[in-house]
């Protein structure tokens, strides 16, 4: 191009000169160019570069920029202390084993199963605040939250390793920062420690059958099958996440309500009917998730449906589940508990239309952490309209 520009333009060397200063960036990328960058320095200019055209003369030198305004390398994405405790996204780079040990079996996790202790103990009505009625209750939560749910987190991690390397390529196993045989022998000691534990208060409640350590069992064995191939739960964004819901609901109100008194079948299926909101729950950390899943074939929710149906679809299992108990409650005369529901239900719908249905994959946090109080306190106000 520099070429024929020069032809037309024979006649006037200034214009010749003008356009190839103007058109810079295509003689550079012409197959005829030449490109010399001097080595040499001035003291004032730094180094120049010039650009060279068969046949057609040499540009006017073009002064490189003193200093680059775009940095060399991409700045570190930096993560905090407490996120890496937790087990949460955006942790820190940790070296200490026990506090990789400890993110592993993600502490943030622990609290739904605490509180679902506590709703169990409360719907018993036997519950009194004597020093073996409270040892008892933080045995079990012991028991469900760091043991338990701390097996389920880890074993989950161990067979999410491929899909975190995408997601969170910072946690501990697709970082390299524990050992294959490390993970295995946590998983093992959290199990083996949380049945230990469910046989011990079996025998401490005085119960002829094991129905705590009976409860742990099968929380376990799902908590296999929801992770691990072949069934692997989790890739059903229906089956998974109710699974996942009756795990943080049901299970935990069972243990507790076995260790104080006696589980009833209207209890457990007011409970499983309960952990219909807590599969929308689990939609939730669904949308964090939307590449890695799909890149791993997992047909989550906002993967199989898309996320605008997804975002309905969690918050109406939420709520019709809680107005379906609210119902059940007016039905059975417990009027003044079904009024406290509704209030505490009211609060969730408007979080709701404020953040989440605006967009689940900027507020999924906020929304979470604004809904949540409403949703546990709402549990526990069912738990002690069962127990009178």
Known sequence: MASLTARVFAGNANHVQALHA?????????????????????????????AMADGSGETPPVKAKEKSSVPETAPAVVGT???????????????????IR?????????APLIWGVLCGA?????????????????????????????????????????IDAINEPYRPIPSGAISETEVITQIWVLLLGGLGVAYGLDAWAGHSFPIILTTAIGGSFLSYIYSAPPLKLKQSGWIGNYALGSSYISLP???????????????????????????GIA??????????????????????????????????????????????????????????????????IILQFQYFLKDPLKYDVKYQASAQPFFVFGLLLTALATSH
């Open 122 to 162: 409360a719907a018993s009505g036997n519950f009194e605040w004597t020093p073996e009625d409270v040892a008892k209750s933080i045995t079990c939560m012991f028991m469900s939250g760091p043991l338990l749910t701390g097996y389920t987190q880890t074993i989950n991690d161990w067979y999410d390793r491929d």
């Open 253 to 279: 109100w069972w243990a507790g309500q076995s260790l104080f008194g006696t589980l009833s079948l209207d209890i457990i299926v007011l409970t499983l009917l309960y952990s219909t909101a807590g599969l």
């Open 22 to 50: 103007l058109s810079l960036p295509r003689v550079l990328t012409s197959r005829s160019a030449r490109v010399a960058v001097s080595s040499a320095h001035s003291r004032r200019n730094g180094p120049i570069v010039r």
């Open 81 to 99: 202390a407490m996120n890496q405790l937790l087990g949460m996204k955006g942790a820190a780079i940790e070296t200490n084993k026990w506090k």
């Open 283 to 348: 939609i939730v950390n669904d949308f964090k998730s939307i590449e890695g899943d799909r890149a791993m074939g997992l047909q989550s929710l906002p993967v199989a449906f898309g996320i605008d149906t997804a975002k309905w679809i969690c918050v109406g299992s939420i709520d019709v589940t809680q107005l379906s108990v609210a119902a059940y409650l007016f039905s059975v005369g417990k009027t003044y508990y079904g009024l406290g529901l509704l209030a505490l239900i009211i609060p969730q």
């Open 102 to 110: 400890l993110q592993l079996m993600k502490p943030v996790t622990w």
